[in-house]
Protein backbone atom coordinates (compact mmCIF):
# COMPACT_ATOMS: atom_id res chain seq x y z
CA UNK A 1 0.00 0.00 0.00
CA UNK A 2 1.09 3.53 -0.67
CA UNK A 3 2.32 5.42 2.48
CA UNK A 4 0.19 8.61 3.47
CA UNK A 5 3.29 11.04 2.37
CA UNK A 6 3.66 9.21 -0.64
CA UNK A 7 0.27 10.02 -1.62
CA UNK A 8 0.67 13.61 -0.58
CA UNK A 9 4.27 13.29 -3.07
CA UNK A 10 1.66 12.28 -5.67
CA UNK A 11 -0.80 14.99 -5.01
CA UNK A 12 1.58 17.48 -5.33
CA UNK A 13 4.25 16.78 -7.59
CA UNK A 14 2.17 14.42 -9.81
CA UNK A 15 4.37 11.77 -9.65
CA UNK A 16 5.60 8.78 -7.20
CA UNK A 17 7.99 6.12 -6.87
CA UNK A 18 10.05 4.87 -7.83
CA UNK A 19 8.12 1.61 -5.76
CA UNK A 20 9.18 -1.80 -5.20
CA UNK A 21 6.88 -4.19 -7.22
CA UNK A 22 7.93 -6.80 -9.00
CA UNK A 23 10.44 -9.52 -8.19
CA UNK A 24 13.82 -10.38 -10.01
CA UNK A 25 11.72 -13.68 -11.06
CA UNK A 26 8.63 -11.74 -12.13
CA UNK A 27 10.77 -9.01 -14.39
CA UNK A 28 12.72 -12.36 -15.56
CA UNK A 29 8.96 -13.73 -16.90
CA UNK A 30 8.08 -10.46 -18.10
CA UNK A 31 11.42 -9.70 -20.05
CA UNK A 32 11.71 -13.23 -21.76
CA UNK A 33 7.73 -12.50 -23.43
CA UNK A 34 9.41 -9.45 -24.52
CA UNK A 35 12.28 -10.99 -25.97
CA UNK A 36 10.92 -13.66 -27.31
CA UNK A 37 8.55 -11.56 -29.31
CA UNK A 38 11.09 -9.31 -30.74
CA UNK A 39 14.06 -9.06 -32.56
CA UNK A 40 16.82 -6.21 -32.61
CA UNK A 41 16.75 -4.29 -36.21
CA UNK A 42 19.62 -2.07 -37.53
CA UNK A 43 17.50 1.54 -38.51
CA UNK A 44 20.05 3.84 -40.10
CA UNK A 45 22.85 2.30 -38.67
CA UNK A 46 20.91 2.35 -34.95
CA UNK A 47 19.91 -0.85 -33.32
CA UNK A 48 15.96 -0.72 -32.54
CA UNK A 49 13.37 -3.34 -30.74
CA UNK A 50 11.00 -4.20 -33.12
CA UNK A 51 7.91 -5.89 -31.92
CA UNK A 52 4.71 -6.58 -33.15
CA UNK A 53 0.91 -6.88 -32.30
CA UNK A 54 -0.56 -9.83 -33.39
CA UNK A 55 -4.23 -8.40 -31.83
CA UNK A 56 -4.05 -5.33 -33.81
CA UNK A 57 -1.49 -6.89 -36.97
CA UNK A 58 1.02 -3.88 -36.76
CA UNK A 59 4.44 -3.92 -35.82
CA UNK A 60 4.57 -1.71 -32.96
CA UNK A 61 5.62 -1.39 -29.69
CA UNK A 62 1.97 -0.36 -28.37
CA UNK A 63 -0.71 -2.20 -26.75
CA UNK A 64 0.91 -5.35 -26.34
CA UNK A 65 -0.83 -6.63 -23.67
CA UNK A 66 -3.60 -7.30 -25.92
CA UNK A 67 -2.08 -10.06 -26.92
CA UNK A 68 0.60 -11.13 -24.53
CA UNK A 69 -0.47 -12.82 -21.40
CA UNK A 70 2.47 -11.65 -18.83
CA UNK A 71 1.94 -8.40 -19.92
CA UNK A 72 -1.66 -8.16 -19.27
CA UNK A 73 -1.14 -10.32 -15.64
CA UNK A 74 1.96 -7.33 -15.09
CA UNK A 75 -0.90 -4.63 -15.36
CA UNK A 76 -3.83 -6.32 -14.09
CA UNK A 77 -1.86 -7.37 -10.79
CA UNK A 78 -3.50 -6.80 -7.61
CA UNK A 79 0.06 -4.58 -6.71
CA UNK A 80 -0.37 -2.05 -8.89
CA UNK A 81 -4.39 -1.84 -9.08
CA UNK A 82 -4.34 -1.79 -5.40
CA UNK A 83 -2.16 1.39 -5.64
CA UNK A 84 -3.97 2.91 -8.27
CA UNK A 85 -7.33 3.07 -6.41
CA UNK A 86 -5.55 4.77 -3.34
CA UNK A 87 -4.56 7.61 -5.90
CA UNK A 88 -8.20 7.37 -7.92
CA UNK A 89 -11.08 5.78 -7.53
CA UNK A 90 -12.53 2.24 -7.71
CA UNK A 91 -13.27 1.81 -11.03
CA UNK A 92 -10.71 1.47 -13.52
CA UNK A 93 -10.01 0.78 -17.34
CA UNK A 94 -6.49 -0.39 -18.68
CA UNK A 95 -6.74 0.83 -21.62
CA UNK A 96 -2.94 1.40 -23.45
CA UNK A 97 0.08 0.29 -22.73
CA UNK A 98 3.61 0.92 -24.09
CA UNK A 99 7.32 -0.68 -24.75
CA UNK A 100 10.37 2.25 -24.21
CA UNK A 101 13.39 0.57 -25.37
CA UNK A 102 16.42 2.53 -25.46
CA UNK A 103 19.12 0.70 -27.03
CA UNK A 104 22.26 2.45 -26.24
CA UNK A 105 23.15 4.98 -28.37
CA UNK A 106 19.13 6.37 -28.66
CA UNK A 107 18.02 9.18 -28.01
CA UNK A 108 15.63 11.27 -25.52
CA UNK A 109 11.89 11.79 -25.39
CA UNK A 110 11.03 15.23 -24.93
CA UNK A 111 9.44 16.81 -22.08
CA UNK A 112 5.55 16.27 -23.06
CA UNK A 113 2.13 16.18 -20.89
CA UNK A 114 -1.25 14.96 -21.88
CA UNK A 115 -3.63 17.36 -20.52
CA UNK A 116 -7.43 16.54 -21.77
CA UNK A 117 -7.40 15.01 -25.19
CA UNK A 118 -5.54 11.99 -25.49
CA UNK A 119 -3.04 12.54 -28.38
CA UNK A 120 0.83 13.38 -26.81
CA UNK A 121 2.31 13.48 -30.15
CA UNK A 122 0.47 15.71 -33.29
CA UNK A 123 0.02 18.91 -33.48
CA UNK A 124 -3.55 19.30 -34.25
CA UNK A 125 -5.65 16.20 -32.80
CA UNK A 126 -8.53 15.26 -35.75
CA UNK A 127 -9.35 11.64 -33.07
CA UNK A 128 -8.19 11.94 -29.70
CA UNK A 129 -7.91 8.74 -28.49
CA UNK A 130 -9.70 9.58 -25.49
CA UNK A 131 -13.02 11.75 -25.26
CA UNK A 132 -13.55 12.98 -21.17
CA UNK A 133 -17.63 13.35 -20.19
CA UNK A 134 -18.10 17.06 -19.62
CA UNK A 135 -17.41 18.66 -16.08
CA UNK A 136 -15.58 15.22 -15.14
CA UNK A 137 -12.23 15.82 -13.31
CA UNK A 138 -9.19 14.26 -15.38
CA UNK A 139 -7.65 10.85 -14.38
CA UNK A 140 -5.54 9.44 -16.55
CA UNK A 141 -3.17 7.43 -14.30
CA UNK A 142 0.03 6.21 -15.62
CA UNK A 143 2.26 3.05 -13.99
CA UNK A 144 5.70 3.28 -15.50
CA UNK A 145 7.67 -0.29 -15.13
CA UNK A 146 11.40 -0.74 -15.19
CA UNK A 147 12.39 -3.87 -16.60
CA UNK A 148 16.13 -3.18 -17.03
CA UNK A 149 17.69 -0.87 -14.59
CA UNK A 150 16.89 2.96 -15.75
CA UNK A 151 19.77 4.92 -14.64
CA UNK A 152 21.34 8.56 -15.15
CA UNK A 153 23.48 7.14 -18.18
CA UNK A 154 20.82 5.51 -19.69
CA UNK A 155 18.04 7.73 -19.83
CA UNK A 156 15.79 7.25 -16.44
CA UNK A 157 12.50 8.84 -16.47
CA UNK A 158 12.45 12.67 -15.67
CA UNK A 159 9.61 14.82 -14.13
CA UNK A 160 8.90 18.70 -13.80
CA UNK A 161 7.01 18.67 -10.03
CA UNK A 162 4.08 20.58 -9.78
CA UNK A 163 3.54 20.93 -13.84
CA UNK A 164 0.29 18.66 -13.41
CA UNK A 165 -1.65 21.75 -12.37
CA UNK A 166 -0.50 23.85 -15.56
CA UNK A 167 -1.43 23.10 -19.27
CA UNK A 168 1.57 24.05 -21.96
CA UNK A 169 1.46 24.61 -25.19
CA UNK A 170 1.84 22.45 -27.65
CA UNK A 171 3.84 23.88 -30.57
CA UNK A 172 3.95 22.07 -34.49
CA UNK A 173 7.28 21.17 -35.49
CA UNK A 174 8.50 18.70 -38.29
CA UNK A 175 8.59 14.95 -37.56
CA UNK A 176 11.97 14.77 -37.34
CA UNK A 177 12.14 17.00 -34.59
CA UNK A 178 9.14 15.59 -32.26
CA UNK A 179 8.90 14.58 -29.34
CA UNK A 180 9.72 11.03 -29.44
CA UNK A 181 11.90 11.73 -32.50
CA UNK A 182 14.93 10.47 -30.55
CA UNK A 183 13.45 6.79 -30.01
CA UNK A 184 12.98 4.92 -33.44
CA UNK A 185 10.43 2.63 -32.55
CA UNK A 186 8.42 5.54 -31.33
CA UNK A 187 8.49 7.04 -33.71
CA UNK A 188 7.33 4.60 -35.93
CA UNK A 189 4.10 4.09 -34.06
CA UNK A 190 3.80 7.96 -32.87
CA UNK A 191 4.27 9.53 -36.41
CA UNK A 192 3.82 7.19 -38.83
CA UNK A 193 2.66 8.58 -41.78
CA UNK A 194 2.85 12.05 -40.51
CA UNK A 195 5.04 15.14 -41.54
CA UNK A 196 4.75 16.77 -38.44
CA UNK A 197 4.97 16.11 -34.76
CA UNK A 198 5.03 18.18 -31.66
CA UNK A 199 7.13 19.85 -28.81
CA UNK A 200 6.22 21.66 -25.93
CA UNK A 201 6.33 25.13 -25.10
CA UNK A 202 8.24 24.32 -21.58
CA UNK A 203 11.35 25.46 -20.18
CA UNK A 204 12.39 22.98 -17.67
CA UNK A 205 15.02 25.87 -15.68
CA UNK A 206 11.96 27.42 -14.62
CA UNK A 207 10.61 24.13 -12.63
CA UNK A 208 11.95 21.62 -10.01
CA UNK A 209 13.29 18.88 -12.11
CA UNK A 210 14.34 15.42 -10.67
CA UNK A 211 15.43 12.10 -12.46
CA UNK A 212 14.04 9.04 -11.09
CA UNK A 213 16.48 6.31 -11.82
CA UNK A 214 14.63 3.53 -10.83
CA UNK A 215 15.91 -0.42 -10.36
CA UNK A 216 14.19 -3.64 -12.69
CA UNK A 217 10.83 -4.44 -11.08
CA UNK A 218 10.52 -0.86 -9.73
CA UNK A 219 7.57 1.10 -10.48
CA UNK A 220 6.73 5.29 -10.77
CA UNK A 221 3.12 5.82 -11.14
CA UNK A 222 2.57 9.72 -12.46
CA UNK A 223 -0.36 11.37 -14.01
CA UNK A 224 -0.21 12.06 -17.54
CA UNK A 225 -0.61 15.67 -16.87
CA UNK A 226 2.53 16.03 -15.25
CA UNK A 227 5.59 17.15 -17.58
CA UNK A 228 7.87 13.99 -18.14
CA UNK A 229 10.78 13.34 -20.18
CA UNK A 230 13.94 11.10 -20.47
CA UNK A 231 17.36 11.51 -21.74
CA UNK A 232 18.97 9.70 -23.93
CA UNK A 233 20.98 6.50 -23.52
CA UNK A 234 24.69 7.60 -23.23
CA UNK A 235 25.53 3.83 -21.72
CA UNK A 236 26.75 0.25 -23.60
CA UNK A 237 23.75 -0.88 -21.73
CA UNK A 238 19.70 -1.32 -23.32
CA UNK A 239 16.87 0.27 -20.76
CA UNK A 240 13.94 -1.21 -21.33
CA UNK A 241 10.61 -0.03 -19.81
CA UNK A 242 7.18 -0.39 -20.40
CA UNK A 243 3.92 1.74 -18.99
CA UNK A 244 0.33 0.87 -18.92
CA UNK A 245 -2.20 3.74 -18.76
CA UNK A 246 -5.51 3.68 -16.78
CA UNK A 247 -8.83 5.68 -17.31
CA UNK A 248 -12.20 5.36 -15.51
CA UNK A 249 -15.41 3.81 -17.43
CA UNK A 250 -16.89 7.12 -18.24
CA UNK A 251 -13.91 8.04 -20.35
CA UNK A 252 -14.93 7.12 -24.11
CA UNK A 253 -11.87 5.34 -25.67
CA UNK A 254 -11.45 5.86 -29.17
CA UNK A 255 -14.49 7.77 -29.81
CA UNK A 256 -14.77 7.92 -33.16
CA UNK A 257 -15.53 4.12 -33.39
CA UNK A 258 -18.97 4.16 -32.29
CA UNK A 259 -18.71 6.00 -36.19
CA UNK A 260 -17.34 3.11 -37.43
CA UNK A 261 -14.24 4.82 -37.88
CA UNK A 262 -11.80 1.90 -36.71
CA UNK A 263 -8.77 4.02 -37.99
CA UNK A 264 -7.15 6.45 -35.27
CA UNK A 265 -4.77 9.24 -34.95
CA UNK A 266 -1.82 7.63 -35.82
CA UNK A 267 -3.47 5.37 -38.89
CA UNK A 268 -3.56 2.53 -37.04
CA UNK A 269 -7.00 0.10 -37.22
CA UNK A 270 -7.87 -0.29 -33.44
CA UNK A 271 -11.33 -2.76 -34.63
CA UNK A 272 -9.74 -5.26 -32.78
CA UNK A 273 -8.55 -3.14 -29.72
CA UNK A 274 -10.68 -3.17 -26.39
CA UNK A 275 -10.10 -2.13 -22.68
CA UNK A 276 -9.56 -4.51 -19.52
CA UNK A 277 -11.71 -3.63 -16.45
CA UNK A 278 -9.03 -3.97 -13.97
CA UNK A 279 -11.22 -3.02 -10.70
CA UNK A 280 -14.48 -1.45 -9.78
CA UNK A 281 -17.80 -1.78 -12.40
CA UNK A 282 -18.61 -0.12 -15.37
CA UNK A 283 -22.09 2.00 -15.22
CA UNK A 284 -21.55 3.35 -18.93
CA UNK A 285 -21.23 0.92 -21.39
CA UNK A 286 -19.40 2.59 -24.28
CA UNK A 287 -16.17 0.83 -24.55
CA UNK A 288 -15.27 -2.23 -25.48
CA UNK A 289 -14.33 -3.82 -22.68
CA UNK A 290 -12.70 -7.95 -22.02
CA UNK A 291 -11.02 -9.90 -20.06
CA UNK A 292 -8.89 -11.50 -22.53
CA UNK A 293 -8.79 -10.94 -25.92
CA UNK A 294 -11.33 -13.59 -27.97
CA UNK A 295 -8.76 -15.64 -29.87
CA UNK A 296 -9.36 -19.32 -30.13
CA UNK A 297 -6.49 -22.12 -29.23
CA UNK A 298 -5.85 -21.97 -33.15
CA UNK A 299 -5.18 -18.61 -33.80
CA UNK A 300 -2.80 -17.45 -30.65
CA UNK A 301 -0.76 -21.07 -32.02
CA UNK A 302 -0.26 -19.22 -35.22
CA UNK A 303 0.64 -15.86 -33.67
CA UNK A 304 3.06 -17.52 -32.02
CA UNK A 305 4.52 -19.34 -34.62
CA UNK A 306 4.66 -16.25 -37.09
CA UNK A 307 5.94 -14.21 -34.51
CA UNK A 308 8.49 -17.04 -34.30
CA UNK A 309 9.65 -16.19 -38.40
CA UNK A 310 8.53 -12.75 -38.00
CA UNK A 311 11.86 -12.49 -35.46
CA UNK A 312 14.37 -14.78 -37.04
CA UNK A 313 14.18 -17.36 -34.03
CA UNK A 314 13.68 -20.13 -36.91
CA UNK A 315 15.62 -21.50 -39.39
CA UNK A 316 13.40 -20.60 -42.56
CA UNK A 317 14.06 -23.50 -44.91
CA UNK A 318 14.89 -22.51 -48.80
CA UNK A 319 12.75 -23.27 -52.04
CA UNK A 320 9.77 -25.04 -52.16
CA UNK A 321 9.00 -25.27 -48.32
CA UNK A 322 9.38 -21.56 -47.82
CA UNK A 323 7.15 -20.62 -50.30
CA UNK A 324 4.81 -23.20 -48.80
CA UNK A 325 4.75 -21.07 -45.74
CA UNK A 326 4.53 -17.67 -46.69
CA UNK A 327 1.14 -19.05 -49.06
CA UNK A 328 -0.09 -20.49 -45.99
CA UNK A 329 0.61 -17.60 -44.38
CA UNK A 330 -0.97 -15.52 -46.81
CA UNK A 331 -3.99 -17.33 -47.15
CA UNK A 332 -4.27 -17.19 -43.31
CA UNK A 333 -4.29 -13.12 -43.32
CA UNK A 334 -5.74 -13.09 -46.52
CA UNK A 335 -8.04 -15.82 -47.32
CA UNK A 336 -8.08 -17.13 -51.14
CA UNK A 337 -5.50 -15.35 -54.03
CA UNK A 338 -6.82 -12.35 -55.76
CA UNK A 339 -4.48 -12.13 -57.96
CA UNK A 340 -4.40 -12.78 -61.90
CA UNK A 341 -2.32 -15.64 -63.00
CA UNK A 342 0.92 -14.16 -63.71
CA UNK A 343 3.39 -14.86 -67.00
CA UNK A 344 5.89 -17.67 -65.68
CA UNK A 345 8.45 -16.67 -68.57
CA UNK A 346 8.28 -12.85 -67.96
CA UNK A 347 7.85 -13.77 -63.60
CA UNK A 348 9.06 -16.75 -63.04
CA UNK A 349 9.25 -16.39 -59.30
CA UNK A 350 6.02 -14.11 -59.07
CA UNK A 351 4.07 -17.40 -60.71
CA UNK A 352 6.01 -19.83 -58.25
CA UNK A 353 4.39 -17.73 -55.77
CA UNK A 354 0.90 -17.54 -56.85
CA UNK A 355 0.50 -21.46 -58.24
CA UNK A 356 1.29 -22.26 -54.49
CA UNK A 357 -0.99 -19.59 -53.03
CA UNK A 358 -3.84 -20.80 -55.76
CA UNK A 359 -3.43 -23.80 -54.53
CA UNK A 360 -4.76 -23.38 -51.43
CA UNK A 361 -8.20 -21.97 -52.89
CA UNK A 362 -10.75 -22.88 -50.75
CA UNK A 363 -9.10 -23.79 -47.70
CA UNK A 364 -10.63 -22.37 -44.54
CA UNK A 365 -8.30 -19.92 -42.18
CA UNK A 366 -8.61 -22.08 -39.30
CA UNK A 367 -7.18 -25.41 -41.33
CA UNK A 368 -4.51 -22.68 -43.32
CA UNK A 369 -3.06 -21.79 -39.71
CA UNK A 370 -3.02 -25.40 -38.55
CA UNK A 371 -1.00 -25.97 -41.45
CA UNK A 372 1.42 -22.86 -41.27
CA UNK A 373 1.93 -23.98 -37.07
CA UNK A 374 2.29 -28.25 -37.80
CA UNK A 375 5.42 -26.46 -40.63
CA UNK A 376 7.12 -24.04 -38.25
CA UNK A 377 7.07 -26.42 -34.89
CA UNK A 378 9.58 -28.25 -36.84
CA UNK A 379 12.14 -25.68 -37.76
CA UNK A 380 14.99 -25.75 -36.01
CA UNK A 381 15.23 -22.70 -33.58
CA UNK A 382 17.99 -20.46 -33.84
CA UNK A 383 19.94 -18.89 -30.61
CA UNK A 384 18.29 -15.60 -29.61
CA UNK A 385 22.06 -13.92 -28.82
CA UNK A 386 22.99 -14.40 -32.45
CA UNK A 387 20.35 -12.54 -33.81
CA UNK A 388 21.68 -9.29 -32.45
CA UNK A 389 23.33 -7.12 -35.68
CA UNK A 390 27.44 -7.56 -35.89
CA UNK A 391 27.72 -4.21 -34.63
CA UNK A 392 25.98 -5.45 -31.12
CA UNK A 393 27.43 -8.69 -31.04
CA UNK A 394 31.31 -7.32 -31.78
CA UNK A 395 30.67 -4.43 -28.93
CA UNK A 396 29.26 -7.37 -26.50
CA UNK A 397 32.00 -9.29 -27.33
CA UNK A 398 34.39 -6.70 -26.45
CA UNK A 399 32.62 -5.02 -23.71
CA UNK A 400 33.21 -8.28 -21.72
CA UNK A 401 36.96 -8.75 -23.36
CA UNK A 402 37.98 -5.82 -21.95
CA UNK A 403 35.97 -6.02 -18.82
CA UNK A 404 37.58 -9.48 -17.70
CA UNK A 405 41.03 -8.24 -18.27
CA UNK A 406 40.79 -5.09 -16.49
CA UNK A 407 39.07 -7.01 -13.97
CA UNK A 408 36.13 -4.42 -13.69
CA UNK A 409 32.06 -4.98 -14.29
CA UNK A 410 31.02 -4.82 -17.96
CA UNK A 411 28.30 -1.98 -17.49
CA UNK A 412 31.87 0.02 -16.39
CA UNK A 413 33.41 -0.18 -19.74
CA UNK A 414 32.28 2.79 -21.72
CA UNK A 415 32.43 2.40 -25.70
CA UNK A 416 33.35 5.65 -26.43
CA UNK A 417 36.71 5.42 -24.07
CA UNK A 418 39.99 5.59 -26.67
CA UNK A 419 41.51 2.08 -25.65
CA UNK A 420 44.49 3.90 -24.38
CA UNK A 421 42.66 5.46 -21.81
CA UNK A 422 41.87 1.69 -20.69
CA UNK A 423 46.43 1.34 -20.29
CA UNK A 424 45.96 -1.81 -22.55
CA UNK A 425 49.99 -2.44 -23.61
CA UNK A 426 50.96 -3.62 -27.12
CA UNK A 427 50.98 -7.20 -26.13
CA UNK A 428 47.34 -6.83 -24.81
CA UNK A 429 46.42 -5.28 -28.20
CA UNK A 430 48.26 -8.10 -29.91
CA UNK A 431 46.03 -11.20 -28.37
CA UNK A 432 43.40 -8.97 -28.67
CA UNK A 433 43.14 -8.65 -31.98
CA UNK A 434 44.35 -12.42 -32.37
CA UNK A 435 41.01 -13.70 -30.38
CA UNK A 436 39.04 -11.17 -31.81
CA UNK A 437 39.83 -12.49 -34.98
CA UNK A 438 39.33 -16.08 -34.60
CA UNK A 439 36.16 -15.38 -33.03
CA UNK A 440 35.07 -13.57 -36.39
CA UNK A 441 36.60 -16.24 -38.39
CA UNK A 442 38.82 -13.43 -40.10
CA UNK A 443 42.64 -12.31 -40.29
CA UNK A 444 42.67 -8.42 -38.69
CA UNK A 445 45.31 -6.33 -39.52
CA UNK A 446 47.68 -5.16 -36.23
CA UNK A 447 46.97 -1.78 -36.64
CA UNK A 448 43.48 -2.42 -35.55
CA UNK A 449 43.45 -0.36 -32.79
CA UNK A 450 45.38 2.27 -33.96
CA UNK A 451 43.23 2.79 -36.60
CA UNK A 452 39.82 2.76 -34.62
CA UNK A 453 40.30 3.79 -31.00
CA UNK A 454 37.59 2.77 -29.00
CA UNK A 455 34.89 -0.09 -28.95
CA UNK A 456 32.20 2.00 -30.66
CA UNK A 457 33.86 2.99 -33.79
CA UNK A 458 35.96 -0.19 -33.99
CA UNK A 459 32.61 -2.64 -33.78
CA UNK A 460 31.01 -0.35 -36.20
CA UNK A 461 34.22 -0.63 -38.65
CA UNK A 462 34.14 -4.08 -38.30
CA UNK A 463 30.15 -5.27 -38.61
CA UNK A 464 30.58 -3.14 -42.07
CA UNK A 465 33.83 -4.21 -43.51
CA UNK A 466 32.53 -7.40 -45.70
CA UNK A 467 35.34 -10.08 -44.56
CA UNK A 468 37.63 -10.76 -47.93
CA UNK A 469 36.49 -14.29 -49.81
CA UNK A 470 39.41 -16.25 -51.08
O1 LIG B 1 10.24 5.40 -20.83
C1 LIG B 1 10.45 6.50 -21.34
O2 LIG B 1 11.57 6.81 -21.75
C2 LIG B 1 9.35 7.52 -21.50
C3 LIG B 1 8.07 7.12 -20.85
C4 LIG B 1 6.93 8.06 -21.08
O3 LIG B 1 7.08 9.12 -21.64
C5 LIG B 1 5.60 7.67 -20.60
O4 LIG B 1 5.48 6.58 -20.00
O5 LIG B 1 4.65 8.44 -20.82
Same mark, same amino acid.
Given at each position: ????????? $????? *?????????????????????????????????????????????????????? &?????????????????????????? *??????????? #??????????????????????????????????????????????????????????????????????? #????????????????????????????????????????????????????????????????? !???????????????????? $????? $??? !???? $?????????????????? *??????? #??????????????????????????????????????????????????????? *???????????????? &???????????????? &????????????????????? &????????????? #???????????????????????????????????????????????????
Amino acid at each position: MLAQDQIKH $FVEKG *WCGPLDIFSQSEVAYFKDCLETNSSIKEVDSQPMMMLYNNVLNINTSRDLHLFY &KPIAEMFKSPKIVRLLNQLGEPNLLL *WNTNVFCKMPG #EGEIKWHQVYDSYDPSSYDPQKPALLYPEGEDFLNLTVWVALDDATLDNGCLRFANNTHYKKFQRLQVPAE #EGMFAGVKNHKMVWQGRRQYSAVFDFNENEWEVEAVPARAGQVIIFTERVMHCSGANNSNQRRLA !INARYVRPSVQIYPHRLQDD $FIDEN $FHN !IKRH $FCMLVSGQDNFGINVIRD *WNNLDDT #EVEFHNMSNLVRFGHVELPQGKQQIEIDSLYQQVMEGDCPRAEPDPIQHPRKYIQ *WQAWNQHKGMSRCEAM &KRYSQLISKLPRVDRQ &KKLPLSEQIKAWLVSYVAELL &KIEPDEVDCTVPF #ERYALGSADAASLTGELGAWLERDLPATLFYNYPNIETLANHLASERPLVC
